[in-house]
């Protein structure tokens, strides 16, 4: 399963003048670099017209995800900011053994932490 995401923030003089505007170039040139890509795996900044970086896109797989969740250092951060510096093992083996189980959770936790990381 791929997952699409993009998030802009449009606090910047870009906006200022017509929001719907810059976000509309910003739109088409997002769908015109995508043609150009092969790979299933993409992060890539967003710069407005200005040229100012508003933001960031993302194409994974489910198996991507659990790879940045499971397989790197992000795992101590997540599980750090789920439950603090808990000393209670078992919590932490819980909440990863329940990702681990149901992608929906997985998906959750994941989304969940980048946004609050930003």
């Known amino acids: 399963m791929l997952r699409f995401k993009c998030q802009l923030d449009m606090d910047n003089d870009a906006f200022a003048q017509d929001p719907h505007i810059e976000l509309a170039c910003i739109l088409k040139r ?24 508003v933001g960031e896109l993302r194409i994974v797989t489910i198996a991507e995800k659990e790879k940045l969740i ?11 900011f789920w439950l603090g510096d808990a000393a ?15 992608p929906e959770m997985l998906e959750s936790v994941i989304d969940f932490w980048e946004e609050s990381a930003e």
């Open 30 to 53: 997002i769908a015109n670099d995508m043609r150009d890509i092969d790979d299933t795996d993409l992060h890539k900044s967003i710069k407005d017209t200005n040229g100012n970086k």
């Open 70 to 80: 499971w397989g790197q250092e992000r795992t101590e951060d997540i599980l750090n």
């Open 88 to 102: 209670n093992k078992q919590a932490r083996e819980n909440l990863f053994y329940e990702c681990e189980r149901d």
